[in-house]
Each structure stands twice: as structure tokens, then as C-alpha cells.
T-cell receptor, first 113, second 112 residues
Framework: EPEVTQTPSHQVTQMGQEVILRCVPI?????FYWYRQILGQKVEFLVS????????KSEIFDDQFSVERPDGSNFTLKIRSTKLEDSAMYFC???????????FGNGTRLTVT | QKEVEQNSGPLSVPEGAIASLNCTYS??????FFWYRQYSGKSPELIMS????GDKEDGRFTAQLNKASQYVSLLIRDSQPSDSATYLC????????????FGSGTKLNVKP
């Protein structure tokens, strides 16, 4: 069964550094999402992406965040200058159409020291 | 008011019992409803989708939707210790499909 693939599984970075989290959505999916989950808390929406542009973003998704689909297969989340509070599990998800459920990747655990 | 509300639990049931998980949502135009299971440290895993009023059964799982009362529930029959996890209710609005809202989850403990 096709899967959403995320790399790396764990990323440790120092405060102020830039990080790029990578995702390969399922190939025939058209809608792409990033969520984050701080340890012990709920799954929070960050951004949705469709037709090569951001469809919606949350208040969390400020100017420090950006997303890109550079080559038709990868979908990346960049954090320009990481803060301690960015430490969380980041999940990429995709779906083929607007009413289908989301399919999640295994997540990237980001630790900012 | 939160978009999706769930009792955080924990909900404890003995092995073999029925576990009942509930969820309410705030926006009447919501169209699509989902239950996910999340084990600690893992990603959410889809259990059920439900789109119309009534019951939908899949194996030991039954999802129930009541749009008039704006609630969704999940019944797990013959609960097993391996069902112990956090169950997330998710709602997709009809007029804003870009956002897919999750509840905070209900932690289920199934005791052997």
C-alpha cells in the first residue's frame, strides 16, 4: 500500500538554525498538509497546500515557516530560525481529494536545543 | 468554542467490553468525519470515515454520526489490550476543505 514518507525521523538542531523537513506524499494525491504535535498535546494544523500554493495556514505558521513542492514529488517544510518551542513531532499528510481522509507519514521528531 | 471536542479520558474498560468514545463538533456545515488511532510516539492511523447520518460498521468498530446533534461516536466491541491508544476525532468542513480539525483525543486503556 502506498505510504507518505518523511525524512529524517529525528532531527536535532540548535536554536536559531534553519531546518528542512522532507516529505514524499502518495503519488496520486493532490492535497498536502503539515501538522505538528508538541509532546502530550493535540495534533495542530500548520498549513495546507494545493495546486502549488498555500491554501490555508494557521496562526502558528508565521514568517519563520515556509513550504515548497520543488519537483512534483517532494513536499518540504522549512523553519528559518528555530526556537526552543518549535520542538515537536511534525507530521506530513496527503489525500487525493477534498473529502477523503488524510494519510499521515511517520513524522519527524524535531528537537531544538 | 473548540471546533472539535473530546473527553480526554482516560477511559478504562476491561478486555472484551465495549468501549464508547464520543466527539462533538461546532460547525454545522461539516461534511466528513474521521476516527484515527494514535499510539504513543506514532502518527495517527485512520480507523473509520463516516459521511452520512447513522451507523457504519467495520469489523469490531462502529462509527455513529448524528448531524442534527453534531456528534460522532466510535464503538469498539470486544476491546483488546492492543486497542489501548489515544483516539482522535477529526472533522472536515464542507466550506473549508483545507482545514482538517482534530480533537485533543481520548486516551483508552483496555485492561487484561
Amino acid at each position: 500500500e502506498p505510504e507518505v514518507t518523511q525524512t529524517p525521523s529525528h532531527q536535532v538542531t540548535q536554536m536559531g538554525q534553519e531546518v528542512i523537513l522532507r516529505c514524499v506524499p502518495i503519488s496520486n494525491h493532490l492535497y498536502f498538509y503539515w501538522y505538528r504535535q508538541i509532546l502530550g498535546q493535540k495534533v495542530e494544523f500548520l498549513v495546507s497546500f494545493y495546486n502549488n500554493e498555500i491554501s490555508e495556514k494557521s496562526e502558528i505558521f508565521d514568517d519563520q515557516f515556509s513550504v515548497e513542492r520543488p519537483d512534483g514529488s517532494n513536499f518540504t517544510l522549512k523553519i528559518r530560525s528555530t526556537k526552543l518551542e518549535d520542538s515537536a513531532m511534525y507530521f506530513c499528510a496527503s489525500r487525493p481529494d477534498r473529502s477523503s481522509p488524510l494519510h499521515f507519514g511517520n513524522g519527524t521528531r524535531l528537537t531544538v536545543t | 468554542q473548540k471546533e472539535v471536542e473530546q473527553n480526554s479520558g482516560p477511559l478504562s474498560v476491561p478486555e472484551g467490553a465495549i468501549a464508547s468514545l464520543n466527539c462533538t463538533y461546532s460547525d454545522r456545515v461539516s461534511q466528513s468525519f474521521f476516527w484515527y488511532r494514535q499510539y504513543s510516539g506514532k502518527s495517527p492511523e485512520l480507523i473509520m470515515s463516516i459521511y452520512s447520518n447513522g451507523d457504519k460498521e467495520d469489523g469490531r468498530f462502529t462509527a455513529q454520526l448524528n448531524k442534527a446533534s453534531q456528534y460522532v461516536s466510535l464503538l469498539i466491541r470486544d476491546s483488546q489490550p492492543s486497542d489501548s491508544a489515544t483516539y482522535l476525532c477529526a472533522v472536515n468542513k464542507g466550506n473549508n476543505f483545507n482545514k482538517f480539525y482534530f480533537g485533543s483525543g481520548t486516551k483508552l486503556n483496555v485492561k487484561p
